[in-house]
């Protein structure tokens, strides 16, 4: 069975940096696009970014674009998320995610809280 596991967040001061990572296993990690989603307290889950099954290619939300890089490593299964200058706004829980034919399968997510 599909499993990701999230690890990586927790607080930290606005202007700072974390590195998000997802270990997965139960799927053939190098043939499948992985993505990172957040969700904030009362809003929808929204997409961060998309990183192509080779890595050779990535996608941003508008707001992400410039400060988070998400990138992987095929070879140990694990897709990463690195967020510099963080906001405030980014606070959320954020899930790594990937989908296999009409089937998404999710993480269970981790912390981020940017406070001072």
């Known amino acids: 069975q599909v499993q990701l596991v999230e690890s990586g967040g927790g607080l930290v001061q606005p202007g700072g940096s974390l590195r998000l990572s997802c270990a997965a296993s139960?799927?053939?990690?190098?043939?499948?696009?992985m993505s990172w989603f957040r969700q904030a307290p009362g809003k929808e889950r929204e997409l961060v970014a998309t990183?192509?099954?080779?890595?050779?290619?990535?996608n941003y939300a508008y707001s992400m674009k410039g400060r988070f890089t998400i990138s992987r490593d095929n070879d140990k299964n694990t897709v990463y998320l690195q967020m510099n200058s963080l906001k405030p706004e980014d606070t959320a829980v954020y899930y790594c995610?990937?989908?296999?034919?009409?089937?998404?399968?999710w993480g269970q997510g981790t912390q981020v809280t940017v406070s001072s």
């Open positions: 995610s990937t989908q296999l034919l009409v089937s998404r399968f």
């Open positions: 139960g799927i053939s990690f190098s043939n499948y696009a």
């Open positions: 990183i192509t099954s080779a890595g050779g290619s990535a």
